[in-house]
């Protein structure tokens, strides 16, 4: 049998986002049906994630520090992104998240706790005490898949090397 560490050590990359009210049973997908997202877990206790809307829409403006306000809060409502360090629990299959770095600083020195449930390459996360969203109490549910160095990942980063003419 393999350590709960050892199953979540990694890359994974996003599945699904959905969020459930506390008390209800409406599914909700605040950040669209299939966002893009990708979480690492590194070896030495380090984690970070990136959850954002899918879309392929680009600021006008190339200078980060020139984009117009209204582009910049709208962006930040699409995204989710933190790091810090990670603990696990294997007794409870957990993982507690100690933010140190958030976009949303309200996040900062907090810390956020993730049942996890594992099917092959596949990482269930389950939030374990709700977050606020749009006003209400909910429950994250995250889907990821494990990112392995294969012919996918290397066709993207190929992609994306030969839009930035390095190929």
């Known amino acids: 049998m393999t350590s709960l560490k050892n199953e979540i050590v990694g890359s994974w990359k996003l599945l699904s986002y959905i969020e459930i009210p506390v008390g209800g049973d409406d599914y909700q997908f605040p950040l669209g049906q299939k966002p893009k997202g990708i979480l690492i877990l590194s070896p030495d ?40 360090t990670y603990t696990i629990d294997s007794e409870y299959s957990r993982v507690t998240y100690n933010i140190i770095t958030s976009l949303h600083p309200n996040w900062e020195r907090e810390k956020q706790v993730r049942k996890m449930d594992f099917e092959k390459d596949i990482m269930y996360q389950k939030s374990v005490d709700p977050v606020l969203s749009g006003g209400q109490l909910v429950h994250v549910y995250m889907t990821w898949q494990r990112v392995h160095k294969t012919e996918e990942i290397e066709a993207e980063s190929e992609e994306f090397s030969r839009g930035f003419g390095f190929l």
């Open 45 to 84: 206790g380090f984690m970070s994630v990136q959850i954002a809307v899918n879309t392929s829409s680009r600021y006008e403006n190339e200078d980060r520090f020139s984009v117009s306000d209204s582009d910049l809060a709208a962006r930040a409502k699409q995204y989710i992104a933190f790091s810090g």
